[in-house]
């Protein structure tokens, strides 16, 4: 059992962990990124233009934006430019 242990925390060390991680932002982050006031990000949220996971269920949300969405953002606006 110790040797099948072992073995099975080897083969995980060898999975990237930079492959299965998502960096999720939050909104004053996600507004650094995009120089402009968090406000913005959560107008552009609620507009549907910009997709975040709500953490809560409450009026006053807290709001995360996965990395990927946000350069995806981006890169939308910049193809209209």
């Known amino acids: 059992m110790r040797l099948l242990l072992h073995c099975a925390i080897i083969s995980l060390a060898i999975i990237p962990l930079t492959e299965t991680r998502h960096m999720m932002l939050t909104t004053p982050q996600a507004a650094e990124r995009l120089n402009v006031h968090p406000e913005t990000i959560r107008r552009l949220i609620k507009a ?14 807290r709001l995360r934006i996965d990395e990927k969405e946000l350069q995806a953002f981006i890169d939308r606006q910049g193809a209209r430019a």
């Open 48 to 61: 549907g233009k910009l997709k975040a996971v709500s953490l809560s269920d409450t009026e006053r949300a």
